[in-house]
């Protein structure tokens, strides 16, 4: 799971053979994701295990309490299988053929920018990535006056919307789609996006999500300030992608009822941070 401070198992191990005998109780009343659980558990220890964050009690219970593993493998694959039957439509792309269809693992997203000089905008991606070399340029030319700039001489160029979850007209930094990574067969690919990528997308924009997802407004705080003032992003669901959104509330709506909904829960919370659009450069990825 990737919770944040997790700290790996058998560090903890040393630490409660050294200091404890068998059948003792550890206390941990800052038990994060719950390894010091699992250290206690593998050494014939009991564990008593709390935390302030109901994230962190969660998993940490997830974690420690036993499970019939083959149960849980038959119900998760069902699941993710019907999944796929439902939203596979949205991460299908031509191949460069333009015939064979391929299945999409993780759509790269820029943001665009607006050049100081002539005013016009440039994609970050094509203007300030050497991808031969894996790095991001500190200075470029603007594609259009070829003027040399950085970033943080520029703006963002800003995109406005009716956001019908939450009935209210939002403005966020604007952002396109520039590679997209592929699968056909047991082979993978890139290449940018085509037209058949652009409609899918805005076929899927233009579509309504059937299943509840969450929109709450984000709270008030010094680290909730920061994707407002870049991105725009003042509710929940505007860190995913509208498709990681529709496959996310599907697995959700279908997990409710399902006799292994806990430890589904506990799949579908480790996928959310990877499925959010605060990347380096957004990835969209492919659910499953």
């Known amino acids: 799971h990737s919770y944040h401070t997790k700290v790996p198992h058998k560090a903890i191990m040393k630490f409660i053979e050294h200091y404890t005998e068998e059948g003792d109780i550890v206390f941990d009343g800052f038990c994060g994701s719950g390894m010091t659980g ?6 014939n ?7 302030l964050s109901p994230a962190a009690t969660f998993i940490a219970y997830n974690y420690n309490t036993p499970v019939d593993v083959d149960e849980f493998e038959r119900e998760a694959k069902r ?6 039957e439902e939203c596979g439509w949205m991460y ?7 015939k064979t269809k391929g299945r999409i693992n993780y759509t790269v997203w820029s943001d665009v920018f607006i050049c100081p000089y002539c005013k016009n905008e440039y994609i970050f991606w094509e203007a300030a990535v050497d991808q031969e070399a894996g790095k991001v340029k500190r200075s470029y030319s603007c594609p259009t006056c070829k003027a ?3 970033k943080r001489e520029c703006e963002r160029a800003w995109v406005t919307f009716f956001d019908r979850a939450i009935n209210e007209e939002v403005t966020q930094a604007k952002q396109v789609p520039v590679l997209i990574n592929y699968s056909v067969g047991r082979k993978r690919y890139e290449k ?5 990528d652009l409609d899918l997308l805005k076929k899927i924009e233009e579509s309504v999500i059937p299943y509840w997802f969450p929109t709450d407004r984000m709270p008030e705080g010094y680290n909730t300030e920061q994707p407002k003032r870049s991105h725009g992003i003042t509710h929940v669901h505007h860190f995913y992608t509208k498709r990681n959104i529709w496959v ?3 697995f959700f709506k279908k997990l409710t009822s399902s006799i292994e909904i806990r430890l589904l829960l506990l799949l579908l919370t480790s996928s959310l941070i990877r499925t959010t659009k605060m990347y380096k450069f957004t990835i969209d990825r492919k659910m499953g």
């Open 148 to 150: 040399e700039i950085t």
């Open 192 to 196: 940018e996006p085509d037209q058949f």
């Open 38 to 43: 699992v250290a206690a558990g593998l050494l």
């Open 248 to 250: 996310l509330a599907s």
């Open 92 to 98: 299908e792309t031509l191949h460069t053929d333009g």
């Open 79 to 84: 699941i993710l299988a019907e999944v796929e």
């Open 45 to 51: 220890r009991r564990a008593i295990l709390c935390d």
